[in-house]
């Protein structure tokens, strides 16, 4: 609704704010970040001097891959990552009985709290390498494919979205959680590369799961495929419900967290 | 050396002491294990189909078996040398004060510090010990004959010494925390670099001279690449006595520089107040 | 209509035990111990809108607890509240609108920005209209006195400048009910001081009720006139601030001034002496024996001057306080 937008951006304003009271800090992070990206593309790089196509891709469609999982990734860390990390800690000090008491959904004061403004440049760079390999491999305008691909890529947010939920919830059950970022680290390299890699008679199964039950390799894979790949109706779809039926089943284990919390705390 | 003795069963209780409390996190144990091996199941996959679709036997030097038995042997190799929290832990205690608890007893904070990961990396490889040998049993065909006893020795020799050049370079750079106020983007940044040039990532043999050179002069090789390459057999002879060699020299070098940190950090601490 | 209303509010939960040492870490790995602590046992009262009550008792004996349990935070054990004709833990966002919890040592505000940019975050969070938002804070700042201490970032303030910040975030949505957590906790005199006094002023001007848990007694003397007394989770007093003493006081302070340059020997035959300087000096003496003791003494000496007083309040508390934990020690 118009209301949460609107505190959203509130929240964007007054986080940017505070970022830029710590100017140095801000910069060296987004420094960081840019050197973390370069060693993925010289990672890319070096990979394609050795061979021509990875699980069949080829060196400008993986390059589309590569800036579809910066994009995607530099999202999830900008609007969600530090927030759902912070939720351990305001479980165990009991600062989130403030959250509790707002007149707005729970959900989004956890999850959306602040902004991370660190990471925002990172959108606009996996951005500009997607058009890159698109410019690189002479794609033809297709508007039903950027479509389609947009449709995707917000289902892959929505799924990275609902995991990091569930992990986010389970602080509540574990007195002490694995850090988030960790946890975070593992679900993205599972993203990281296209799930054709998946091949062979012992791993296809754990790359089923993976796409399947714990459709955490649908992430990055699906919209890219619509894009520069075939098109496979049944893998859309499948994305499509499954992104649903994740939102709606993390966001009844939060509230269950929530509960759990509320009958715990003193 | 007698203070050194004399010290020890100090130490040892530290250590029996952080041991437990490792144990008490148990949820924590069970889960991280499982979800440790993740990536490099992963990333083993993808150099499978790097491999495959470049229809060459052999890349970088590497062949696609040893390639696998590799990224496995640099879990190993990070298993001793990685110090997650060491240098951010240091400078949050000098930053916020509770630096002092170890001025005002009888404790030496390096000393204990290396007790207590000691006993948290003892506690983790005790428990992962077990998956580990399945996943190495299952990827067993990947694997180079198994290393004779002198070529074992070497490799047990630089995991120690991994452990504890990764400890003195964490605790040296935890030490900026005596001279900076933030040191968290430092860390990042070393963090980011680390994980490209200890070679987790990739061998540097990969990397086009020189820079590959360069890499390997760093003494940033010896926390992953060094010895997962021991172990594979690819470096023998008097280069692995060299190589040994060079990693003491490298680790007391940072075991100095982490000590003559301390006490100049010391001395600038107790001067500015705490 | 009462705006507060508990009927036997029960809270106890369960708290997982660590074994000492090595071994005890190792079975602890494999079962869990767990003992029963009963925070809240069985609160009912009653507050009518207007009040200011205070919750009085020592460190761990419910208050917030029951306090939290009226905000909606925590789901009893057992037992029924109405809280502004809501049930508190349903939570409803008309209900979250109404009230507002305050916990002192506690921040809601924003660390690095200045309490002016989270005020407006209040608005955009409880959708307040601009003109009524721009009326309110400006009543309320000159109100606790901060004018332009608004544009300083929080962490820059004092703490009692922030207490005054978080009461002014609290009360920007105009709740018909305040919630206090020991709201003047860890401040200096004059901020203690100046908080009660807005306090009162703001209940007077506005008719808000107000519930706060405090351990000093010169905030609650000062603000209410109404004290429900809680040790160890029982409500053990529900009434009038002057009623403690006469229900809980054992004893009276007896003052003497004798003739004379100093006190008479043999006075501890009637009480407890507290004091002796010159020629006075304070008894403390059991109620019921007070008039046979003065009786005995105006016989025995010369006395020029004497009263009878009740022991200050927070005397006859603490004793109170620690005559129940006496009672319920653990077994």
Not at chain 1, 197 to 216: D, E, K, L, N
Not at chain 2, 41 to 50: N, R
Not at chain 2, 153 to 180: D, H, K, N, Q, R
Not at chain 3, 39 to 54: C, H, K, L, T, W
């Amino acid at each position: 609704m118009a209301r949460y937008l609107r505190l959203l951006g509130a929240l964007a304003r007054y986080g940017l704010a505070r970022e830029l009271a710590f100017r140095g800090n801000l910069i060296a992070k987004v420094a960081v970040e840019g050197l973390w990206l370069a060693i993925l593309l010289i990672f890319y790089l070096t990979i394609f001097q050795n061979t021509s196509s990875v699980a069949g891709w080829t060196e400008d469609r993986y390059l589309f891959f590569v800036g579809c999982y910066f994009a995607m990734a530099a999202l999830v860390e900008t609007f969600f990552l530090s927030n759902c990390n912070e939720f351990a800690d305001l479980v165990r000090s009991g600062d989130l009985d403030f959250l509790l008491l707002k007149p707005i959904d729970e959900q989004f004061l956890v999850t959306c709290r602040s902004i991370d403004w660190s990471t925002a440049p990172n959108v606009l760079v996996g951005a500009a390498v997607m058009v890159v390999s698109l410019w690189r491999m002479h794609w033809p305008f297709d508007p039903l494919r950027l479509g389609l691909f947009v449709a995707m890529f917000l289902c892959g947010l929505g799924l990275a979205y609902g995991f990091l939920l569930l992990l986010t919830s389970a602080s509540v059950w574990l007195v002490r959680n694995q850090s988030l970022y960790e946890l975070w680290w593992l679900f993205s390299s599972l993203m990281r590369y296209p799930r054709e890699i998946f091949q062979g008679r012992i791993v296809t199964p754990v790359g089923w799961f993976f796409s399947f039950v714990v459709p955490a390799m649908l992430v990055i894979s699906v919209p890219a495929d619509v894009m520069v790949n075939a098109l496979d109706a049944k893998t859309v779809g499948f994305t499509a419900a499954a992104t649903v039926v994740l939102l709606v089943v993390s966001r009844k284990v939060f509230r269950l967290a929530l509960r759990r919390y509320r009958s715990a705390s003193s | 050396m007698s203070a050194v003795l004399v010290a020890l069963p100090k130490y040892l209780k530290i250590y029996r002491v952080s041991l437990t409390e490792r144990l008490v996190y148990r949820a924590d144990f069970f889960l991280g294990t499982i979800l440790r091996f993740l990536p490099t199941v992963t990333t083993i996959l993808l150099w499978e189909a790097i491999y495959e679709g470049s229809k060459k036997d052999e890349l970088g030097g590497f062949k696609r078996d040893e390639m696998i038995a590799y990224l496995l042997l640099v879990h190993v190799s990070r298993m001793f040398s990685s110090m997650p929290g060491l240098a951010y832990g240091i400078a949050r205690d000098v930053r916020d004060g509770s630096l002092k608890k170890y001025l005002l007893q009888p404790i030496d904070m390096i000393a204990y510090l290396v007790a207590y990961r000691g006993a948290h990396k003892t506690a983790y490889i005790a428990t992962t010990a077990l998956p580990y040998a399945l996943l190495f049993f299952l990827f067993r065909a990947y694997f180079p004959p198994f290393p004779d006893a002198l070529t074992l020795t070497g490799y047990v020799v630089s995991l120690l010494l991994a452990f504890l050049i990764g400890f003195f370079f964490e605790a040296s750079l935890g030490m900026m925390g005596f001279w900076f106020l933030e040191v968290t983007s430092l860390l990042y940044i070393v963090g980011a670099i680390n994980f490209f040039v200890s070679g987790q990532m990739l061998p540097p043999d990969f990397v086009p001279k020189p820079w590959s050179d360069v890499l390997k002069a760093l003494p940033f090789k010896y926390l992953a690449y060094f010895p997962a390459m021991v172990f594979l057999g690819k470096v023998r002879g008097w280069d692995l006595v060299y190589g040994l060699v060079a990693e003491v020299a490298w680790a007391a070098c940072f075991i100095v520089l982490a000590r003559l940190l301390y006490r100049w950090g010391l001395r600038r601490y107790s001067a500015y107040g705490g | 209509m009462p705006i507060i209303e508990a009927v036997g509010l029960t809270k106890t939960y369960r708290v997982a035990q660590k074994k000492e040492g090595f071994l005890g870490a190792l079975r602890g790995l494999v079962r869990r111990q767990y003992k029963e602590v009963r925070a809240v046992e069985d609160v009912s009262f009653a507050i009518e809108p207007g009040e200011m009550v205070a919750f009085l008792g020592p460190n761990g004996a419910g208050k917030t607890t029951t306090l939290k349990m009226l905000s909606g935070l925590i789901y009893p054990t057992r037992g029924e509240a109405r809280v502004l004709d809501f049930v508190p833990w349903e939570r409803a966002d008309a209900f979250r609108r109404r009230f507002a919890l305050v916990m002192g040592q506690k921040n809601q505000l924003w660390w690095d920005l200045p309490a002016a940019d989270s005020f407006q975050l209040h608005r955009e969070i409880y959708s307040l209209p601009l003109d009524q938002f721009n009326q309110t804070v400006g009543e309320l700042t000159e109100m606790f006195g901060v004018g332009d201490l608004t544009r300083q970032p929080v962490r820059e303030l004092s703490l009692g400048e922030r207490m005054k910040m978080e009461l002014i975030a609290a009360l920007l949505h105009r709740p018909q009910l305040l919630l206090l957590d020991e709201p003047t906790i860890g401040l200096d005199v004059v901020a203690q001081v100046t908080i009660t006094k807005c306090l009162k002023e703001y209940n007077a001007h506005r008719g808000v009720t107000m519930l706060l848990t405090s351990h000093y007694m010169r905030d609650v003397e000062a603000l209410c006139k109404r004290v429900l007394v809680i040790t160890h989770g029982h409500l053990i007093y529900d009434g009038a601030l002057s009623g403690i003493t006469e229900q809980f006081g054992r004893t009276k302070l007896v003052k003497l001034q004798f003739l004379g340059e100093t006190t008479p020997e043999g006075l501890d035959e009637y009480g407890e002496v507290t004091e002796r300087v010159g020629p006075a000096a304070s008894l403390k003496v059991d109620r019921a024996r007070v008039p046979e003791v003065l009786g005995a003494i105006l016989e025995r000496y010369t006395v020029v001057d004497m009263s009878v007083q009740d022991p200050p309040l927070d005397q006859v508390i603490a004793h109170v306080f620690q005559e129940a934990a006496k009672q319920m020690a653990p077994v």
